[in-house]
């Protein structure tokens, strides 16, 4: 199994560093010609959602990589990534890849001192730690989408078919289960 990690800006780093404690290879996808690489997953990281779309259509990433998870391919985004999957941002009329049936609000705990850090409850995997950075909150899911946390009333971890997306920074603790319930995923598709 490779997973690719979006690498144009952001926490990536972070995401191949819990990849590397699973044993699960991984690559970097920062111009066009990377995605000639085979995987079998891919990780959008935490960072500046504008930013971060900006740059995948400047550097001619936005059409294949969006082909690749209407296509199925197993993605998973954090934060930043949250905002990038969304089909609706509430508070933002932009839309960036849009494939994910949840509507999002960003910077939704307010700016960086409104970063916090708590443990709940992830379906199927139990009490984890919880690390907020600026980030946003899901307000709806929709279609096949279904809230996997939630914490103060709020979705912050959902999944819609290959896609699962959650609004705090897994890649930040030392527990592995999210990536771990990532890679179950992407072996129960194969």
Known sequence: MRIAVLAVQGAFIEHRKMLDMLNVSSIEIRQKKDLSYSFDGLIIPGGESTVQSKLIKELELYDELKNYIVSGLPVFGTCAGLLLLAKEIKNDNRVHLATMNI?????????????????????????????????PYIAEVNGNAKALAIVDNHIVAALEDNQLVTSFHPELNNDLSVHKFFIDMISNKT
Do not use: C, H
Request: charged letters at 20%; zero cysteines.
């Open 103 to 135: 509507s999002a609000v960003r910077n939704a705990y307010g700016r960086q001192l409104g970063s916090f850090y708590t443990e709940g409850d992830f379906a199927g995997i139990g009490k984890i730690p919880m690390t907020f950075i600026r980030a």
